[in-house]
């Protein structure tokens, strides 16, 4: 019998942002925006597991108290060794498939990431992507690959950059790879449109569009916030 691949998403989160301090913390409508992240994961049905994957450094444990009053699991690793740190908190947790999203992006699409991994099941790609050429706004933003091609990338390159952005080996060695780009429908086809939390005015205006979509609905997508 073969076994059925375990998806995971993990969350790569840490307080120690610079243009806007611990600002995974913020919060928006009463929740921090990791907690709303993790919120808007859970109503993906293709994952099995949501891992939030923090350092080792003191002042995250914060990351870690909000990962366990969320109810998922946390992973502790090197601060600047992103790569490493995915591919050991999905070693384990036994994680196959591995749907990466970073922490600043509470407006995340999750019908969107479900049809990303029913893509990835097929098994025609090894790596699919909403970045690869943009389209989505910014901060719609999600990658889907297996837990064995973070080990190629690491096997393939010792360099700190790629080790710190995980799938930028990738972005350079397309031909290496069987790559798919998810390109948003007209209606969506705003990349000038920002909705990640990155500074103080992302938080300001993210917020305040927040407020508005999540009140009419809570499993709001990117139709609802377009």
């Known amino acids: 019998m073969i076994k059925k691949q375990k998806v995971g998403a993990i969350v790569q989160a840490r307080v120690g942002s610079k243009r806007l301090p611990k600002k995974v913390l913020k919060k928006f ?4 925006i990791l907690s709303i992240i993790l919120e808007r994961l859970r109503l993906i049905s293709k994952i099995d597991k949501i891992v939030v994957a923090t350092t080792t450094k003191r002042e995250d444990d914060l990351i870690i108290k909000e990962a366990v009053d969320s109810g998922v699991a946390f992973f502790r690793g090197d601060e600047d060794d992103v790569l490493r740190r995915y591919i050991s908190a999905a070693d384990e ?6 749907v990466r999203v970073t922490a600043d992006e509470p407006m995340v699409d999750y019908k969107i990431i479900d049809n990303m991994i029913a893509s990835y099941v097929n098994g025609e790609y090894d790596y699919i992507s909403t970045t690869i050429e943009r389209t989505f706004p910014k901060g719609i933003d999600a990658e889907v690959f297996s837990l064995r091609l973070l080990k190629d990338i690491a096997s393939q390159s010792d360099s700190s950059y790629h080790h710190e952005h995980v799938t930028t080996y990738i972005h350079e060695n397309k031909e290496c790879y069987r790559i798919l780009n998810i390109f948003a429908p007209p209606r969506l086809e705003y990349p000038e449109l920002v909705l990640t939390v990155d500074t103080p005015d992302d938080y300001e205006r993210v917020g305040k569009l927040f407020e508005i979509v999540y009140k009419r609905n809570p499993r709001f997508t990117t139709d609802d916030v377009v």
């Open 29 to 32: 409508c009463g929740k921090t």
């Open 93 to 98: 947790n036994e994680i196959d498939i591995i």
